[in-house]
T-cell receptor
């Protein structure tokens, strides 16, 4: 099993630029989660999908953030325009609601730096 | 709402010392409980889990018992190693409803020789 795959692993961009983070969940998983981790705020859930449908986006900080899941094997998190306070590590995780315990498997993260 | 409270870190121990990281939760129902571990520069990994009261989760020498009466899920290890240095997160989820995990703030463990 390849695990959750995220790209890029590191992204450095200038304020005002568009940033797109990508995630490929584990094959067969039907729930996908986007998290953000910073020293100040810890681990925050941004949005999650069940069967490609967004269920809860209450953690998305502003309209500058958007997430899509066009199919079961791919999701994107877009920030437009980016700001320095968006600098963080962004994690994608997936789980299978069919297995009963809903344990989540995390990707390695994308470290975003906005200058 | 639901919440998870962990002891403040960092926790610094010598190798082979006994480890306890406290975790308590507030929940209206009967959640499943997890411990995740995050090694430097990596994502979170599931360490162990328990799905009902009195269950004991165990993995890699770590253990935690789901205590409904005290709403706790403390993580323990009898003899820590330098390689256990990481951040540990306690979390809960309701398996019958939403898929959303509620995490604690994390506890950093530093093990020295």
């Amino acid at each position: 099993d390849a695990g959750v795959i995220q790209s890029p692993r590191h992204e450095v961009t200038e304020m005002g630029q568009e940033v797109t983070l990508r995630c490929k969940p584990i094959s067969g998983h039907n729930s996908l989660f986007w998290y953000r981790q910073t020293m100040m705020r810890g681990l925050e859930l941004l949005i999650y999908f069940n069967n490609n449908v967004p269920i809860d986006d209450s953690g998305m900080p502003e309209d500058r953030f958007s997430a899509k899941m066009p199919n079961a094997s791919f999701s994107t998190l877009k920030i437009q325009p980016s700001e320095p306070r968006d600098s963080a590590v962004y994690f994608c995780a997936s789980s299978s609601r069919d297995r009963g315990t809903y344990e989540q498997y995390f990707g390695p993260g994308t470290r975003l730096t906005v200058t | 709402g639901d919440s998870v409270t962990q002891m403040e870190g960092p926790v610094t121990l010598s190798e082979e010392a006994f480890l306890t990281i406290n975790c308590t939760y507030t929940a209206t129902g009967y959640p499943s409980l997890f411990w995740y571990v995050q090694y430097p520069g990596e994502g979170l990994q599931l360490l162990l889990k328990a799905t009902k009261a009195d269950d004991k989760g165990s993995n890699k020498g770590f253990e935690a018992t789901y205590r409904k009466e005290t709403t706790s899920f403390h993580l323990e290890k009898g003899s820590v190693q330098v390689s256990d240095s990481a951040v540990y997160f306690c979390a809960l989820i309701y398996t019958g409803t939403a898929s959303k995990l509620t995490f604690g703030t994390g506890t950093r463990l530093q093990v020295t020789l």
